[in-house]
């Protein structure tokens, strides 16, 4: 069973939006950080948006600042990163990651940190 699930990617001129989703088990959105990362060719992975502290607190890449909204919905068990006003630097492969239980702020923005990983769904923007 896949952890988690994303899905909501697709092909955008920029200036436009999308929202990605990731579905995944109670157990994995009972406690602990959550998160996008997204990875473009030849480019190391990098923390998007997170959020944390039960969906109080939330925190941005300075690149998306302004642009992008993550949000957490318990009841559904599904995670969501809202993308406004998107660049063809945006362009990447997006993967939500989870890691239950207590959560260090000071290593949500690495990739290591996160024991569950979803398969990625692709975001591309055209200039």
């Known amino acids: 069973q896949v952890p988690l699930m994303e899905s909501g990617g697709g092909s955008v001129q920029a200036g436009g939006s999308l929202r990605l989703s990731c579905a995944g088990s109670?157990?994995?959105?009972?406690?602990?950080?959550m998160g996008w990362f997204r990875q473009a060719p030849g480019k190391e992975r990098e923390g998007v948006a997170h959020i944390y502290n039960g969906g109080s607190r939330t925190s941005y890449a300075d690149s998306v600042k302004g642009r992008f909204t993550i949000s957490q919905d318990n009841a559904k068990n599904t995670l969501y990163l809202q993308m406004n006003s998107l660049k063809p630097e945006d362009t990447a492969m997006y993967y939500c990651?989870?890691?239950?239980?207590?959560?260090?702020?000071?290593?949500?923005?690495?990739?290591?940190?996160?024991?569950?990983w979803g398969q990625g769904t692709q975001v591309t923007v055209s200039s």
């Open positions: 990651a989870a890691r239950p239980g207590l959560c260090d702020t000071n290593y949500v923005n690495l990739p290591n940190y996160y024991g569950y």
């Open positions: 109670q157990y994995i959105y009972s406690s602990g950080c």
